[in-house]
Every structure is written in structure tokens, then in C-alpha cells.
T-cell receptor, first 111, second 111 residues
């Protein structure tokens, strides 16, 4: 079984809908991250959490919110989806700041 | 100017060729550097860390030039399986550690 899992893997939704992307990990890492990837822009950090009580905004947090329900779970929400949030979303975990372990990604399309 | 810049490529090389990628970073406070590999539509995975003295892992060599603020990745004897996008990652240790991904360089190794 994969160490970092994301659900759903693909999602098509309409403008204005609320969407939640979920991430679970079995690596026992305290640190978890949400990124989005767009062609030509690389990975950009949305939110990160260093433990259950620690949530921090990343580079592009506007329009997103997160919840760290447990050490192993970190969810990303789009309260009211818009088309420019169409992207590939990755969750990642780490022990320190060195190697990050990524989930398989969620491909989100907002129509 | 982007914080971390890479030539997007694609670099098209024949099998057996040697190819090198550079990545420049703008923040002189950056202290940790990595190369990740990302296959098409897959999650990024750590390829290697980049140490000040340079480091080698099989056919892969990473170098850091702090004076000119760039890191490089050299791949010798390219294999078809090396075809992927290579992302450079820079960590800046100012207060909270900030991890920034480059947008990636695509390599296509031709038979």
C-alpha cells in the first residue's frame, strides 16, 4: 500500500461548488503539505502543517483552507471553486525539511 | 524574477549522451538544495541532495556554486529511462524554512 494516499484522484466540478481533497499518510511524519502544479509554473505551496496544532499559509493560500484532523490526515478545501483552480494537487509529508514524500496527486478540473 | 529558475527544455538527447541542467536561485540565504525527478503525470521523487562539495550517485553528479547561486545536475550515459522532468528545490532558512520548487527541466532521451 502507498505511504501517502490522496482522494479523489480525479475530480470534475462546477464553478461555485465546495470541494474537499483528502490526504492520508502511514509514514508517521509530523509535517504535511499541500501543493498545486500548473504547466510552466512548477509546484507552489498552498498550506503546510508541522504538527496537528500548527497550520501555516504558503505562497498561494487565497481561496483555499485546510484541516489537520490527525497526524495522519490533512485535508484541503476549496470553499467556492473557480476555473483558475484547475490544476494537479499534491499532498506531501516529511520528517524535517529534507526529503518530501508525495502522494499520487489529484487532478481537479473546475468548469 | 522567479526565486528559482530552470530552463524548461525539452532537452532531446540520444542514448549514451551526457547532459547537464542548471538551476539558478535568487536568495543568497538559501542553504539546502535538492534535485527531484518527476515522471509524466506522476508525483515528484527525490533524486539527490546537493552538497557544497558536490556529490555523485552513479551516473548522476550534482554541484553547487554559491558564488554564482546555481546548482547543476549532470547525467552521464543517458538511458531511455532517464526521460522525465527534473525539478530543482531550494530551501531558505529565514525564520520558517521555505521550500521552493523550480518549474522543471524536461529531458527526453531518444533511442
Amino acid at each position: 500500500d502507498a505511504d501517502v494516499t490522496q482522494t479523489p484522484r480525479n475530480r470534475i466540478t462546477k464553478t461555485g461548488k465546495r470541494i474537499m481533497l483528502e490526504c492520508s499518510q502511514t509514514k508517521g511524519h509530523d509535517r504535511m503539505y499541500w501543493y498545486r502544479q500548473d504547466p510552466g509554473l512548477g509546484l507552489r505551496l498552498i498550506y503546510y502543517s508541522f504538527d496537528v496544532k500548527d497550520i501555516n499559509k504558503g505562497e498561494i493560500s487565497d481561496g483555499y483552507s485546510v484541516s489537520r484532523q490527525a497526524q495522519a490526515k490533512f485535508s484541503l478545501s476549496l470553499e467556492s471553486a473557480i476555473p483558475n483552480q484547475t490544476a494537479l494537487y499534491f499532498c506531501a509529508t516529511s520528517v524535517g525539511v529534507d526529503e518530501q514524500f508525495f502522494g499520487p496527486g489529484t487532478r481537479l478540473t473546475v468548469l | 524574477r522567479k526565486e528559482v529558475e530552470q530552463d524548461p527544455g525539452p532537452f532531446n538527447v540520444p542514448e549514451g549522451a551526457t547532459v547537464a541542467f542548471n538551476c539558478t536561485y535568487s536568495n543568497s540565504a538559501s542553504q539546502s538544495f535538492f534535485w527531484y525527478r518527476q515522471d509524466c503525470r506522476k508525483e515528484p521523487k527525490l533524486l539527490m541532495s546537493v552538497y557544497s562539495s558536490g556529490n555523485e550517485d552513479g551516473r548522476f553528479t550534482a554541484q553547487l556554486n554559491r558564488a554564482s547561486q546555481y546548482i547543476s545536475l549532470l547525467i552521464r550515459d543517458s538511458k531511455l529511462s532517464d526521460s522525465a522532468t527534473y525539478l530543482c528545490v531550494v530551501i531558505t532558512h529565514t525564520g520558517r524554512r521555505a521550500l521552493t520548487f523550480g518549474s522543471g527541466t524536461r529531458l527526453q532521451v531518444q533511442p
